[in-house]
């Protein structure tokens, strides 16, 4: 779960402020969704959330603090779907795989303004670095949730959601800037995802070989 927002003070946010900052968020999506990553200008984010600029710099000291911001917000209206409809497939890694596929639709229906918040975050320097944390723990909250793993997840599971949380995003950049085709993009999720898969046998769980007795007394010489 990612923490709550933060305030223009830092601190916990009034319903006020909440309100506020929705309408910021939502500003800012519509006009991404309408022209990308350019089309977001702070001026006009400020006008279509009926706030003052310097409200709005409160809230977001840059476009790429506010777009990273929407990433998040999307995030989690994907994780709450998961949780609403969890994938059905037999396996972790089968379910990790359909989710993200989901996922990734649900992003193209809308390849604006994906490409406005995926540029955003490879904007994103260490100003930025507590909501890039956000976005990748929402991203990790999306996996976990769609695994459903039989107990907590292990260290070497641990890995494996942040490789798969990882293979997802760079996915999604390289379908948006036209280098990956979308059965490349699925391939990857799937592979990606099998890194949950349960791995097999190491050299100490091996069954032991049954030794094999020594040839009988004359069995090498040829029968005359």
């Known amino acids: 779960m990612t923490a709550p927002a933060a305030g223009a003070a830092g601190g916990p946010l009034t319903p006020r402020q909440a309100e506020r900052r ?3 968020l939502r500003a800012a999506t519509a006009l991404a969704a309408r022209g990308g990553y350019e089309a977001v200008q702070m001026r006009e984010v400020a006008d279509g959330a009926r706030v003052a600029l310097g409200t709005l710099y409160r809230y977001f000291p840059s476009k790429v603090h506010l777009l990273v911001a929407v ?3 999307q995030l989690e209206r994907l994780h709450e779907q998961v949780r609403r409809h969890p994938p059905t497939g ?3 890694a089968a379910r990790v795989a359909e989710a993200l596929a989901d996922a990734f639709r649900a992003l193209q229906r809308e390849p604006r303004l994906a490409e406005a918040m995926v540029r955003a975050l490879s904007f994103a320097d260490r100003s930025v670095g507590s909501e890039v944390d956000e976005v990748a723990q929402a991203t990790g909250a999306i996996v976990l949730a769609a695994a459903r793993l039989p107990g907590p997840p292990t260290a070497e599971q641990q890995a494996a959601l942040r490789v798969v949380g990882h293979t997802w995003h760079a996915t999604l950049l390289a379908w948006l800037s036209g ?5 490349e993009v699925r391939a990857d ?3 990606a995802a099998r890194l949950l898969a349960p791995a097999g046998p190491g050299p100490a769980e091996r069954p032991e070989l049954e030794p094999v007795p020594p040839p009988a007394a004359g069995a090498g010489r040829a029968e005359g």
Do not use: F, V
């Open 22 to 24: 929705r309408g910021i």
């Open 179 to 183: 280098r990956a085709s979308l059965a």
């Open 189 to 191: 999720l799937h592979t």
């Open 71 to 73: 990433m998040r917000e």
């Open 90 to 92: 037999p396996d972790p």
